[in-house]
């Protein structure tokens, strides 16, 4: 059984209802589901001051990286697009530090959405800031389809540690930036059928991220919940 911290998502904005005007820090319930149906326990990790990191990482077994605000571009030089959306400096710090905690004590990490744009960023790698950026005619943010549903397919190399996925998958999507630049050390291992990298790995480092959300449909598709089993069973 391992301990999984997944770092929250600070909500602060408070002009909606959603959280009845408060600010809250939140996790998907589908990656507390998923996680506690396997055996394991979770902790939500507040965003903090960088510093802090290592505190809570003693804590836990394994990080997971989840979706939310775009990854602000100052961390890989560039100015911001008119198409950029929301960022968060702060997390964006916090989860950096998450990351070189991580590394030093041989932790295994998952990231998901984000999390792959953020740990390809720490690795010194770039981001498309819209995929208009891009020649991609494929529809990258399938919303107002349920999240539950696959909608595009990707191309998984099966000499890499998501070989137990089928070659061609199918996945959902719910993205509006991609990896430009590849960070160091990193192998880009599932693609789009536009080219786009769809999966990341650092196999020695037990670096693991998809630009899909398994957590979405990890009930209804095996092999999503296979990527959790995998991450969570995983030793460096
Ligand atoms: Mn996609």
Redo the contacts with the bound molecule.
């Keep these: 059984m391992a301990i999984i911290g997944i770092v929250g998502t600070p909500y602060h904005t408070v002009d909606k209802t959603p959280f009845w005007w408060n600010k809250v820090t939140y996790t998907r319930q589908s990656f507390i589901d998923v996680f506690q149906t396997l055996g394991h326990t979770v902790l939500i990790l507040p965003v903090d001051q960088p510093e802090k990191a290592e505190v809570y990482l003693q804590l836990v077994d394994k990080i997971v990286l989840t979706g939310g605000a775009d990854v602000s571009p100052q961390y890989y030089g560039e100015e911001p697009h008119f198409k950029l959306e929301t960022t968060d400096p702060i997390r964006d710090a916090f989860e950096f530090a998450i990351i070189d905690a991580a590394l030093k004590f041989h932790k295994p990490i998952l990231g998901v959405c984000r999390g792959l744009q953020v740990l390809n960023v720490y690795f010194g790698g770039s981001l498309y800031q819209d995929l208009s950026q891009t020649t991609s005619q494929?529809k990258?943010r399938q919303s107002p389809t349920p999240q539950e549903f696959p909608t595009?397919h990707?191309l998984v190399d099966q000499q890499s540690s998501l070989s137990f996925l089928p070659e061609q998958y199918f996945?959902?999507?719910?993205?509006h930036q991609?990896v430009k630049n590849l960070g160091e050390g990193l192998k880009a291992i599932a693609h789009?059928t536009d080219g786009?990298v769809?999966a990341i790995e650092n196999k020695e480092k037990g670096v693991l991220a998809v630009?899909?959300h398994p957590e979405c449909t990890w009930t209804t598709e095996a092999f999503d919940r296979q990527i959790f089993e995998y991450f969570a069973n995983r030793s460096l």
């Design positions: 494929i990258h595009h990707v996945v959902n999507s719910f993205h991609a789009g786009l769809e630009q899909w």
